[in-house]
């Protein structure tokens, strides 16, 4: 049996014995997904996570995306959280190879609970790695007919800190600034809050100096932090 095989017979069989069909339903209702739960909350689901980390590291890149997407293409969606654990977890297959596996699990996942994920921690930490490669990618992806890609690409810095792009940060902003979106301008709020922790005063000249091209929702978000610091006041 194949390693893929055997992680998706293990993460199985534990997610059937968690299951807790009471909370399914309502797991679902939050999310406004017609796609089922088993209705196992995040800190059960840890649990199986570290297991699979113990039992399952991947042999090579090959085995890695096949695993993810083993998992991935299961139908619960704590299953596929479960995928971009496991993706997550063996950072040393986290690159720019990895990029096309993680772009597929974005555009079929289509929503913020997998997207965010994905992007950060995944597509973000891949950037880290391979800015070089990747950069010219973010750039791309901000004009992509896909939202979610959109959002991704905005969101992929977010814990980058004191090795943000900053030229990259701005410009992807901006690009995207006039959309209507909720999604979108959310991103753009958030990434520059998220940002603003690490360069208050390039955060706040650029809110200030953009604030007509910038949406109300995505001044607003990205001056939280600025504002509740009282580096900002408007």
């Known amino acids: 049996m194949k390693a893929a095989e055997v992680l998706v017979d293990f993460v199985h069989r534990e997610f059937q014995l968690l299951a807790c069909p009471e909370k399914a339903e309502p797991m679902a209702k939050y999310m406004k997904t017609d796609m089922p739960f088993y209705g196992i909350q995040k800190p059960e689901r840890l649990a199986v996570y570290r297991q699979f980390k113990k039992r399952f590291r991947p042999e090579s890149a090959s085995q890695y995306k096949q695993s993810v997407l083993a998992l991935w ?3 619960h969606r704590e299953e596929k959280y479960a995928a971009i654990a496991f993706a997550t977890a063996f950072k040393e297959f986290t690159n720019h ?4 596996l993680y772009e597929r699990m974005i555009r079929e996942g289509a929503w913020w609970d ?4 994905i992007a950060i921690d995944l597509v973000g930490q891949a950037l880290l790695v391979d800015r070089a490669e990747l950069s010219p990618v973010m750039t791309k992806w901000a004009a992509d007919q896909d939202m979610w890609i959109r959002r991704a690409a905005i969101i992929s810095q977010n814990h980058h800190k004191g090795a ?3 030229t990259q940060l701005f410009a992807l902003c901006l690009k995207v600034s006039h959309e209507k979106e909720f999604f979108i301008r959310k991103a753009i709020g958030w990434a520059l809050r998220e940002y603003s922790y690490t360069a208050p005063d390039a955060v706040k000249k650029f809110l200030l100096k953009h604030k007509q091209r910038l949406s109300p929702l ?12 009282g580096q900002m006041t408007s």
């Open 218 to 229: 995505s001044f607003k978000e990205g001056a939280k932090q600025l504002m509740r610091s």
């Open 97 to 100: 190879q990895s990029l096309s």
């Open 114 to 117: 997998f997207v965010d994920a």
């Open 73 to 75: 293409k299961l139908p």
């Open 164 to 166: 943000t792009d900053q």
